[in-house]
């Protein structure tokens, strides 16, 4: 007597369909992590010069505006900007807002805006005013 062999799900034509697109997947995956992906600063070729978007510059500037906090561990950023903008020759300009911690430990939200400029693939701090007051400036003597 012949018994059918039990088939397992890779030996289906659909087990071996599935695997192959999870491959494939898998593959081009690893392949954007390697390259930074499409739309990252990394990504430049060519002529063709990184543009940030209001979310690359508000990261950014919130990198800056961490660094001048007591607490950077505490701070909350809104998701969006109120405002970023290009001021023009690779200098831009956000303002928003953070929560977070001062020297007393009580919850406190500051309006900060942050000039900086982007040379080739390095973001520089060129001015940073918290709650109306200067607390960075490049062009100054300090």
């Not at 303002?95 to 693939?121: C, H, P």
């Amino acid at each position: 007597m012949n018994t059918p062999q039990k088939r397992t799900f890779l030996h289906t034509k659909i087990g071996r369909v599935s695997l192959f697109v999870f491959l494939l997947i898998g593959l081009f995956s690893f392949m954007s992590i390697l390259t930074g992906g499409a739309n990252s600063s990394s990504s430049q070729t060519g002529n063709t010069a990184y543009v940030p978007d209001e979310i690359d510059l508000h990261i950014q500037a919130q990198q800056f505006v961490s660094r001048a906090l007591k607490a950077p561990s505490t701070a909350k950023f809104p998701a969006l900007p109120y405002e970023a903008k290009s001021l023009g020759d690779g200098f831009y300009r956000v303002k928003s807002y953070v929560d977070s911690q001062n020297s007393f430990g009580a919850m406190i939200r500051s309006d900060w805006t942050v000039d900086m400029a982007l040379v080739e693939d390095h973001w520089f701090l060129d001015k940073m005013i918290v709650d109306g007051k200067i607390v960075y400036d490049a062009t100054s003597s300090n």
